[in-house]
């Protein structure tokens, strides 16, 4: 009993040391520190502090370019191979010939499919709001489509300008060809592409979780707490939030492999889902859905009447758009619609470029944390 207590004297001795030599730490005071300093770097915003702000963003982009500089030059081979196939491309584009024709059609469809990638990765991004852009772009381009085809009774839209704008064809179908199926098929192309591109919009945080995995993150490690907690609200969760998407993180932490998540992922959001969002589009747009739909508006008791009307102006105007019949103008509804999505739009885009700056500003301001810490560890 002795020879333990004089033991524990020793220890205590030894830890009272190390405390007044700085190297003890104090758990609590650690994670107290921590605190401090996450919610220095979340005030770190152009509302509040926007020249520091500014300042951090700017020095986190040379820190970037640094970074991707020093990878660049290590990896010449493919940077060199990477510029010649692009002067090719360039002289292959600008030199007149008759390989122009081939030329023109393979950057329309570039375009196109470019075009609804990225919506996709934006639609995966959430523009910093969460918001979807199948409600904002592919939804209403599904919809636009499936109500062309019920009232030309064709989906052979004259190309161009469509798909800049529908518009029916000179000779129309008969009425009732129009089948589900052949609006899918109409719209396959742009859907599939939105799919693929919600796909590698989930791939950044798969690797940066598998970096912070195969880096040998510490328990003690301040973002390895934050994933933690994530994946506890998630499990606790009854009910997913849309508003942010957990597979890429789980995925990458738990060092599932790259084609086995990227190829699940690719599977269910460009065909299992796409199909699903096509089908209840195409049904809730079509033609005896929407009549029914304005006569449940007018037989609202008191207002129905009211509301009934714009929108069997709004129908009525967008099928002499359909017949080429614009001598009519656009109604006043239309207009307004229109200025509403487009500042709706605007505002969204304002926001996610807010939010990118407001994040860079704090990474470069973790940095400067973290350089800190590690000089204090060292005296």
Request: charged share 20%.
């Amino acid at each position: 009993m002795a020879e333990n207590g004089k033991n524990c004297d020793q220890r205590r001795v030894a830890m009272n040391k190390e405390h007044h030599n700085g190297n003890f730490t104090d758990p609590s005071s650690v994670n107290e520190k921590k605190r401090r300093e996450r919610e220095e770097r979340q005030n770190i915003v152009l509302w509040r502090q926007p020249l520091i702000t500014l300042q951090y963003f700017s020095l986190e982009i040379l820190v970037i370019l640094k970074e991707w500089t020093s990878k660049l030059w290590h990896r010449q081979s493919i940077v060199v191979s990477f510029l010649l196939l692009l002067a090719v491309l360039i002289a292959t584009y600008y030199v007149e010939g008759v390989h122009q024709q081939y030329v023109q059609r393979i950057e329309k469809q570039f375009l196109l499919y470019a075009y609804w990638i990225g919506l996709g990765i934006l639609s995966s991004v959430g523009l910093g709001t969460g918001l979807h852009t199948f409600l904002l772009y592919l939804g209403p381009h599904i919809a636009s489509v499936t109500l062309a085809a019920y009232e030309c009774n064709s989906v052979n839209f004259p190309e161009p300008p469509y798909p800049d704008q529908i518009i029916c064809p000179d000779e129309e179908g008969t009425e009732g060809t129009i089948s589900l199926w052949s609006i899918i098929s109409k719209v396959r192309i742009e859907a599939c592409m939105w799919g693929i591109g919600t796909a590698i919009g989930e791939l950044p945080p798969y690797f940066m979780a598998r970096a912070a995995r195969l880096s040998g993150a510490e328990p003690d490690d301040e973002e390895y707490q934050e994933f933690e907690e994530m994946l506890e609200h998630a499990e606790s969760a009854q009910i997913p939030n849309p508003l942010f998407d957990l597979a890429g993180i789980t995925c990458g932490h738990f060092l599932v492999p790259f084609w086995t998540f990227f190829g699940a992922t690719l599977i269910g959001k460009a065909i299992i889902k796409m199909h699903i969002q096509k089908i209840f589009v195409i049904i809730t747009f079509s033609k005896h859905i929407v009549e029914q739909m304005v006569a449940f508006i007018g037989a609202v008791p008191g207002i129905g009447p009211s509301l009934q009307k714009p929108f069997q102006e709004y129908l009525e105007a967008q099928r002499q758009k359909l017949h080429h019949k614009s001598e009519m103008g656009t109604p006043q509804g239309e207009n307004w619609l229109s200025w509403m999505f487009e500042k709706l739009v605007v505002v969204m885009v304002c926001y996610f470029i807010l939010s990118i700056i407001n994040s860079m500003a704090q990474s470069y301001a973790k940095r400067i944390q973290q350089r800190l810490n590690s000089e204090e560890k060292t005296k």
